[in-house]
């Protein structure tokens, strides 16, 4: 007999209030020329601006875009320093932030939200916009990666954030492009060994900022790569400093940031004057910037004038009549004082951006082909929500002796450029080896191919390329209306505004119950996506056992099984699992004794349904079945997105099916039983909605 089919009624999307923490703001103190603060809305009817507003993705592109990625002419990347996703965008809208209904829940209710102190007194997000640095304590320990120990490792302070209006310039750019929301640095350790991930795909088990600019590591960067394909690249910094470590902490010179130094292909000890490595031009420590710090940039202060110095090669390079033109790839280091790393602040970092972000716009003929990537290279201590991909132990490459090196928490990253533009979150798993992946992929389609050998098969699994986060077909070409960043001012962003980029792939767990051996057993499953692609789940007891955190990667071709032997928790079990993107899944209750069927027993099929063009959206397909002897009433509620609450009834023996909807794909169902408070299951996160790679 066929199943009923009930299908419930969308309704609009449950809780789209996010709250936010308040708490004391220290305005900020401007050097220099002040404006005065404004006001601008995002993505609303009131207050925006043509200049704000992104051209119609039909509009008729320039001349000679074919709509594909040969369009693409060049790469330019900023690193800067040591800012979590949470702590600069955690009231962005949109995004995974502090109104994340999919967040880590802890064994006492609380969310990862509620972080305790040594003393047990509960910390959660407050405002402040001082420049302030943390502890950071976090490395090293994995216990840490339970996720609960933020303030104790680093202090309450690591739990706040910049406020909207602080973050002004930032969050008007994330609004007008794409914002990624589930970038993670490469590693839970420091500013070094995650820059060594940028700029070579490893950091070669370091764990630690040591041996700086000394020419010493050994291994292939993928600037040397670029060279050997005949790729034209440059990094460009100032450098200020004195001999061969003498970098400076101001507002001239690298910060020794310029990781090429650390490599021993850069290393211009006893080459002449006229060796083809220091040619202008072609030279590969020419290019690299990679000489020893040598003189004094001027002025040296936080003035325009400093950034007209200070990037005076860039700017040079993107001159029409430009000696050394721009190149296909190019990476820009900051000075200290412009770099963000607290004490240095935000502000002068936006203010930093905002030049580069100009001199592009200078030229048309490179803003209109250029992909601009700025991310961060650590969280610097600073609190970030969202678990990272974790290996298993014993993962090559990911391991340190019995410490997992990646990834770390979740850093800003934007993505500026035609096939960026129109206010897009993207949800794809990255870290900083997804830059590097992005250039292989860009140069093969130039026909240059190369591959990085130092990303380890695990990472390239999980980590995207940015595709995903690309719309080639639809380029949004033209200047950018770009606010000063010179004075705390408000950007209201429309709650509906940020709109999500799809996704090919998608997870998947479920459950089932073996009432002869007490086993209750989760198959986590991965379905779509490019060739490869990889997920990490990680499973967390929610009673009845020690919380903790299991690790999984899950493959198509490699679904993965979590078992709990109920026999240890009389017949109970209750646990959660968690994977990237607002994937979650939550399973309580207790097996049956075998044979017995006195009552009502439940049981849930999940069926994740992809769209069919125009004709069905995404859909949840829950089969809700009564393996007992008498009715079941089930109670289906949504935690999230859309679905409403649903009351069905099932009769012994029988079955019903339930259509959830999705919105954008994303889902989030909770599913209870009769007044049974000990059976539960949640399902959330989303389907894909893309077409396979």
């Not at 043509?50 to 790469?75: C, F, I, T």
């Not at 479920?510 to 991965?526: K, P, Q, Y």
Request: proline share 7%; with cysteine.
């Amino acid at each position: 007999m066929a199943p009923d089919l009930i299908t419930p009624t969308p309704e609009p999307e449950f809780g789209d209030s996010p709250e936010t923490a308040t708490g004391a703001t220290r305005r900020r103190f401007l050097q220099g020329a002040g404006v005065a603060a404004g006001t601008l809305m995002i993505g609303g009817t009131a207050g925006t601006g043509d200049a704000y507003a992104a051209p119609e993705p039909g509009q008729v592109p320039p001349r000679g875009y074919r709509r594909n990625m040969s369009d693409l002419k060049h790469v330019v990347i900023l690193m800067q320093e040591n800012r979590s996703f949470d702590h600069y965008f955690g009231t962005f809208p949109g995004v995974r932030g502090f109104n994340d209904k999919q967040a880590l829940r802890f064994q006492d209710g609380t969310t990862v939200f509620q972080q305790k102190d040594g003393s047990g007194n509960i910390v959660t997000p407050q405002i402040d916009d001082g420049a302030w640095g943390n502890d950071h304590g976090a490395w090293g320990d994995v216990d840490h990666r339970k996720w609960d120990r933020w303030v104790q490792h680093n202090g309450a302070s690591c739990m706040n954030h910049h406020s909207d209006a602080y973050m002004g310039f930032y969050r008007s750019l994330a609004a007008q492009y794409t914002i990624a929301d589930q970038n993670f640095c490469s590693e839970f350790g420091p500013t070094d060994p995650n820059r060594k991930y940028l700029w070579s795909g490893t950091a070669n088990t370091e764990t630690g900022n040591t041996d700086e600019s000394n020419y010493s590591r050994p291994w292939i960067t993928v600037a040397e790569q670029l060279q050997q394909v005949g790729i034209d690249w440059r990094l460009y910094s100032d450098n200020s400093g004195n001999g061969r470590q003498g970098y400076l902490s101001s507002w001239v010179g690298d910060y020794g940031d310029n990781e090429l130094k650390y490599f021993k292909g850069f290393d211009p000890e006893g080459l002449s004057a006229d060796d083809p490595k220091l040619r202008p031009g072609t030279g590969l420590i020419w290019r690299g910037n990679a000489t020893y710090y040598s003189g004094m940039t001027s002025p040296n202060d936080d003035s325009d004038d400093n950034l007209d110095a200070v990037l005076k090669s860039f700017h040079d390079a993107c001159r029409p009549d430009a000696e050394h033109p721009l190149p296909a790839v190019s990476w820009i280091v900051a000075p200290y004082g412009w770099s963000e790393h607290p004490d240095a602040d935000s502000l002068h970092g936006e203010r930093y951006v905002k030049k580069v972000l100009d001199i592009l716009q200078s030229n048309p003929d490179i803003w209109n082909h250029t992909l601009f990537i700025l991310n961060y290279d650590e969280n610097d201590g600073k609190f970030d929500h969202v678990l990272p991909p974790w290996p298993e132990p014993g993962t090559a490459r990911e391991y340190a002796g019995d410490y997992p090196l990646g990834f770390g928490p979740r850093v800003p990253m934007l993505l500026v450029s035609p096939w960026t533009r129109g206010g897009y979150v993207a949800s794809e798993v990255f870290d900083h080896t997804s830059t590097i992946k992005f250039l292989e992929t860009w140069a093969t389609h130039l026909g240059k191919p190369f591959r990085c050998p130092n990303i380890s098969d695990w990472r390239r699994s999980i980590a995207g390329d940015l595709t995903s986060a690309l719309d080639f077909a639809h380029p949004q070409p033209g200047p950018a209306a770009l606010p000063d960043p010179l004075a705390e001012w408000s950007v209201p962003i429309a709650a509906d505004h940020m709109k999500a980029r799809p996704l090919s792939f998608h997870p998947h767990a479920t459950i089932s119950e073996d009432s002869a051996s007490g086993t209750v057993t989760a198959r986590m499953t991965l379905t779509g996506g490019p060739t490869g692609k990889a997920m990490s789940f990680q499973v967390f007891p929610d009673k009845y056992r020690a919380f903790s955190n299991t690790p999984f990667t899950v493959t198509v071709r490699k679904p993965r099984e979590y078992t709990w032997d109920t026999k240890a928790t009389e017949g109970k079990y209750a646990f959660s699992i968690y994977s990237n993107d607002g994937f979650v899944r939550s399973f309580a209750g207790q097996v049956a004794p075998a044979g017995k069927r006195d009552a009502g027993l439940a049981r849930v099929e999940v069926d994740l349904l992809m769209g069919e063009g125009t004709k069905r959206e995404a859909q949840v397909k829950l089969t809700l079945h009564n393996d007992g002897t008498k009715p079941m009433d089930y109670s289906l509620t949504a935690k999230d997105y859309l679905g409403g609450t649903q009351k069905v009834t099932v009769a012994h023996g029988e079955r019903k099916v339930v259509m959830w909807p999705t919105q954008e794909g994303y889902y989030d169902v909770l599913v209870t039983v009769g007044t049974d408070i000990t059976w539960t299951q949640r399902y959330a996160g989303r389907i894909a909605t893309a077409e396979k790679d």
